[in-house]
């Protein structure tokens, strides 16, 4: 298998840095390092390398998820699923400042004319909002198994909870990757292999390919 690593950059003036990056960003690393600013710095430069890395298989969870989840939209509702007035009353829509999976779909298909362009811009929480009990007559029950091929003996509902709660913990780590947060005290090589043992729910060739390509279990070796 072949592993890219690039060697970490020492700091030139780990003062000026961290005047740059601002006290309350780097106290989490001053903290984690026991005051060692040299080891702090070591430490961010690790954190933001490794989140960039689990980017990677973050992408193909994702995808691998979200077409799964078009393709059975597609069975049940037809190639213009976005448009379908049946799934758009399956959603749900709560008032306030929260997520509605029925206004993120109304949005996004306002913006987009195809189907393929509604499933690039639906957000990560749109698909973890359908793996829950309220679609589980319609869509789950009979196609979940199909599309999730190499899911060991689950019944439909306890397969559909299992890839809920891991879009959930996916979700969540890419936020604070995103949001260019620590993720150093995760369990990065549990959330690694929830990512990739997703994707291999759907497909074992996909699976073996992110594995070959992951820089993430190197970095996790290499940390500081």
Known sequence: MYVHSVPFATPVDETAICDVLSAARVSTYITAAEGDITRAMALYGWNARVSAALMLPSHFAEVTIRNAVSEALTTVYGSRWPWNLGLQRSLPAPAGPV????????????????TGGVISELKIVFWQSMFTARHDVRVWNHHILNLFPNASGPTPSDLRRRIYT????????????????????????????????????RSKPAGVWVRAMEDVSTLLIERP
């Open 166 to 201: 891991d879009l959930e913990s996916i979700r969540k780590l890419r936020n604070r990757v995103a949001h260019h947060e620590p993720i150093l005290a995760r369990n990065l090589g549990e959330d690694l292999n929830r990512i990739i043992e997703l994707i291999e729910l």
């Open 99 to 114: 997520y509605s999976p029925r206004q993120d779909l109304l949005n996004t298909r306002n913006r987009e004319s195809t």
